[in-house]
């Protein structure tokens, strides 16, 4: 996303005027899509206090599955779309994705990994002897690269691109150059989930 292409004018602009413009307004996140993530920490805590394997693999496995759903989705399918987009079609569509993805990844990430980690504990893989031990290691150092993308990167660029989209007049550049962040980090968690999985089985077959 270059950043002439995001200054492209607006919808509506005036010949050789500022960019027509309507921002978004409201709260960042629909009050609808809270339910989301009270649910999911609702079933996790639950499992936790019942100390229930099936229900912490239920949520490990099918969380974990759908994150890495969306970030290969959003790193492999959605951002070279949307790079390719015109800037009045990529706004309107970061306007609709972003706050649901606001509220979506972070909890797919949070019950995925406090689920894998409930798992490894009663399984013993926390205690297992060296060489064995190497795979968790591997396994932790992917988990490291996940959680950062998901919450040092993801979730800043996401909340950043929406904090400027509620602006009269937002920097289309950076939203842009946000937006393509957001794609290649999404691309990096999706694999890593994917090798973390590798890892997991052969842990199993122990």
Same mark, same amino acid.
Not at 45 to 50: D, F, S
Not at 183 to 195: D, E, H, I, N
């Given at each position: 996303?270059?950043?002439?292409?995001?200054?492209?004018?607006?919808?509506?602009?005036?010949?050789?005027?500022?960019?027509?413009?309507? #921002?978004?307004?409201?709260?960042?996140?629909?009050? =609808?899509?809270?339910?989301?993530?009270?649910?999911?920490?609702?079933?996790?805590?639950?499992?936790?206090?019942?100390?229930?394997?099936?229900?912490?693999?239920?949520?490990?496995?099918?969380?974990?599955?759908?994150?890495?759903?969306?970030?290969?989705? #959003?790193?492999?399918?959605?951002?070279?779309?949307? =790079? +390719?987009?015109?800037?009045?079609?990529?706004?309107?569509?970061? +306007?609709?994705?972003?706050?649901?993805?606001?509220?979506?990844?972070?909890?797919?990430?949070?019950?995925?990994?406090?689920?894998?980690?409930?798992?490894?504990? +009663?399984?013993?893989?926390?205690?297992?002897?060296?060489?064995?031990?190497?795979?968790?290691?591997?396994?932790?150092?992917?988990?490291?690269?996940?959680?950062?993308?998901?919450?040092?990167?993801?979730?800043?660029?996401?909340?950043?691109?929406?904090?400027?989209? =509620? =602006?009269?007049?937002?920097?289309?550049?950076?939203?842009? +150059?946000?937006?393509?962040?957001?794609?290649?980090? #999404?691309?990096?968690?999706?694999?890593?989930?994917?090798?973390?999985?590798?890892?997991?089985?052969?842990?199993?077959?122990?």
């Amino acid at each position: 996303m270059t950043d002439t292409a995001m200054a492209a004018p607006m919808p509506g602009a005036a010949p050789g005027g500022p960019p027509a413009y309507e #921002a978004m307004t409201g709260p960042l996140v629909p009050t =609808k899509l809270l339910a989301i993530p009270a649910i999911a920490l609702a079933m996790l805590i639950t499992g936790i206090l019942l100390n229930a394997e099936w229900a912490l693999g239920f949520l490990h496995v099918g969380f974990g599955a759908v994150w890495t759903g969306f970030d290969l989705f #959003a790193g492999f399918m959605v951002g070279p779309v949307l =790079k +390719k987009l015109d800037p009045p079609m990529r706004v309107a569509f970061m +306007k609709r994705y972003g706050p649901r993805m606001l509220v979506v990844m972070p909890t797919l990430a949070t019950i995925t990994l406090a689920a894998g980690f409930q798992l490894a504990r +009663k399984a013993e893989f926390l205690t297992m002897p060296y060489p064995r031990h190497w795979w968790l290691v591997g396994s932790f150092a992917l988990v490291g690269v996940m959680a950062t993308s998901a919450f040092a990167i993801l979730l800043p660029s996401n909340l950043q691109v929406l904090m400027e989209l =509620k =602006k009269p007049q937002p920097n289309f550049a950076l939203v842009g +150059k946000l937006s393509a962040r957001y794609a290649t980090f #999404a691309a990096v968690a999706g694999v890593s989930q994917l090798v973390t999985l590798i890892i997991m089985t052969r842990l199993a077959s122990f």
